[in-house]
């Protein structure tokens, strides 16, 4: 269980493509550690070049890799009845559902990721991540 949970996400991958996604959703994603930049491929991992699959057929997954996707983070959360809305003005202040210690959510193509803390690189905001959504919880969010 231990050497689950400490499985790159590559891994994960791997085994889902393998035809083991029960296990793959189960094991939880705490991957990036030790990876500097989360989601560039490590040398020599599944995802850097082709998968087995069951039948010993590879499938490439290096067309993957260079598919664009929607990064996001989301600070909070609010909902307003419409006239409340229409009597927004400059100036207006909107309460968001999360308080200023809680991580913001990474959201990946509009489904939650990650959570992480601001921070300052290069006179730009940027994201540290603090906990990786496991695959399960992402398809639990899905439901």
């Known amino acids: 269980m231990a050497e689950e949970e400490n499985?790159?996400?590559?891994?994960?991958?791997?085994q889902a493509?393998?035809?083991d996604a029960a296990q793959a959703v189960d094991a939880p994603a705490a991957a990036v550690a030790g990876n500097p930049v989360a989601g560039n491929p490590v040398a020599g991992s599944p995802?850097?070049?082709?998968?087995?699959?069951?039948?010993?057929?590879?499938?490439?997954l290096d067309a993957l890799l260079?598919?664009?996707?929607?990064?996001s983070v989301e600070i909070g959360r609010n909902r307003l009845p419409i006239k409340e809305l229409l009597r927004l003005n400059q100036g207006a202040v909107v309460e968001l559902d999360r308080e200023v210690?809680?991580?913001?959510d990474l959201l990946?193509?509009?489904?939650l990721m990650a959570r992480g803390e601001v921070?300052?690189?290069?006179?730009?905001?940027?994201?540290?991540?603090?906990?990786?959504?496991s695959p399960s919880e992402r398809l639990n969010g899905l439901k």
């Open 66 to 71: 260079d598919v664009p996707v929607t990064l």
């Open 101 to 104: 210690n809680q991580p913001l």
């Open 108 to 111: 990946v193509n509009g489904t």
């Open 119 to 133: 921070v300052v690189v290069d006179g730009q905001f940027g994201l540290r991540l603090v906990d990786i959504v």
């Open 17 to 19: 493509v393998e035809g």
């Open 7 to 14: 499985a790159p996400l590559s891994q994960m991958l791997e």
């Open 47 to 60: 995802v850097a070049g082709a998968a087995a699959t069951e039948g010993g057929a590879e499938i490439n």
